[in-house]
T-cell receptor, first 114, second 115 residues
Framework: AQKITQTQPGMFVQEKEAVTLDCTYD???????LFWYKQPSSGEMIFLIY??????QNATEGRYSLNFQKARKSANLVISASQLGDSAMYFCAMRGSGYSTLTFGKGTMLLVSP | ETGVTQSPTHLIKTRGQQVTLRCSSQ?????VSWYQQALGQGPQFIFQ???????GRGNFPPRFSGLQFPNYSSELNVNALELDDSALYLC??????????????FGPGTRLTVT
């Protein structure tokens, strides 16, 4: 079984500051992939970043980076230089080697203030 | 390249009725997954279709059923609607590559309200 835990229901950050959204996971699969998605109020899930369990380096995509600590089973999302448009729900998800679909956490609501 | 589209956007049904939700996959994608997202929760996997065959199912009762057509568009059917079926239903398509990295592209969802 796979499980994703996001312990922060909501986070507040000021514009231009960095913010870290926490994600821990549990799986018995030796190889797996970790994803972060953004969900604005419109409802569509927008892919942000991917980290494979055997990737040697932490993933980065523009202002997004993933702080992957395999021994701690954590995959925290770091957003640098927050923008007002970053206000949304953020979901951590994973896919194990025996699965073709994604398991999601409950999400974290991020609010960016001017 | 067109993205994933879903119809209708919103839907209100009465308990006990049946509903059909539709999804058009992104061009070139042969795999579609359906998710249910209750208010304040993350998406929960319902089932997945690959080349018109169901190849994975989550913990949902048989009254949730689906179809995938030769053009890879898809339907989600729910019979005997219950109040707890009220949720955002998300469709996601992917290329079906046997890879952990196979990215799922999501549609905007259909918000179903059961009264």
């Amino acid at each position: 079984a796979q499980k994703i835990t996001q312990t922060q229901p909501g986070m507040f950050v000021q514009e231009k500051e960095a913010v870290t959204l926490d994600c821990t996971y549990d799986t018995s699969d030796p190889s797996y992939g970790l994803f972060w998605y953004k969900q604005p109020s419109s409802g569509e899930m927008i892919f942000l970043i991917y980290q494979g369990s055997y990737d040697q380096q932490n993933a980065t995509e523009g202002r997004y980076s993933l702080n992957f600590q395999k021994a701690r089973k954590s995959a925290n999302l770091v957003i640098s230089a927050s923008q007002l448009g970053d206000s949304a729900m953020y979901f951590c998800a994973m896919r194990g080697s025996g699965y073709s679909t994604l398991t999601f956490g409950k999400g974290t609501m991020l609010l960016v203030s001017p | 390249e067109t993205g994933v589209t879903q119809s209708p956007t919103h839907l209100i049904k009465t308990r006990g009725q049946q509903v059909t939700l539709r999804c058009s996959s992104q061009s070139g994608h042969n795999t579609v997954s359906w998710y249910q997202q209750a208010l304040g929760q993350g998406p929960q996997f319902i089932f997945q279709y690959y080349r018109e065959e169901e190849n994975g199912r989550g913990n949902f009762p048989p009254r949730f059923s689906g179809l995938q057509f030769p053009n890879y568009s898809s339907e989600l059917n729910v019979n005997a609607l219950e109040l707890d079926d009220s949720a955002l239903y998300l469709c996601a398509s992917s290329s079906g590559q046997d890879s952990l990295r196979d990215e799922q592209y999501f549609g905007p969802g259909t918000r179903l309200t059961v009264t």
